[in-house]
């Protein structure tokens, strides 16, 4: 069993960055897969982000590559995601998902929400323009 909570999200700027902690308790976070995802009302959930476990391989939507980064802290048993450049699209609440099975070489796994079994309740991002 592992519990995630998020924090970090608030109001901001279009432009300004934060960054979103995931912290994991019940299990070492580089013993599982984690994933960011994000969900906006009317809208599906997108997976944004994801890390491996053990060797530390991040893998990004196309949407969010060269804004958003995931990184591990295994001495706080947490998961960043920082956003940078801020887009108002950028509105969704953020959750991070975690699971210790999971087929990381296809690609499309990484991603998909299903591929995760334990979630935190998120933590919202909203940005006016």
């Known amino acids: 069993q592992v519990t995630l909570v998020e924090s970090g999200g608030g109001s901001v700027q279009a432009g300004e960055s934060l960054r979103l902690s995931c912290v994991a308790s019940g299990k070492t976070i580089s013993s599982v897969y984690v994933g960011w995802f994000r969900q906006s009302p009317g809208q599906g959930r997108e997976g944004v982000a994801a890390?491996?476990?053990?060797?530390?391989?991040?893998t990004y939507a196309d949407s969010v590559k060269g804004r958003f980064t995931i990184t591990r802290d295994s001495a706080k048993n947490t998961v960043y995601l920082q956003i940078n450049n801020l887009k108002p699209e950028d509105t969704a609440l953020y959750r991070c998902?975690?699971?210790?099975?999971?087929?990381?070489?296809?690609?499309?796994?990484?991603?998909?929400?299903?591929?995760?079994?334990?979630w935190g309740p998120g933590t919202q991002v909203t940005v006016s323009s």
């Open positions: 998902g975690a699971v210790e099975a999971l087929d990381w070489g296809i690609p499309s796994l990484r991603l998909r929400g299903a591929s995760y079994e334990f």
């Open positions: 890390i491996s476990k053990g060797h530390t391989v991040t």
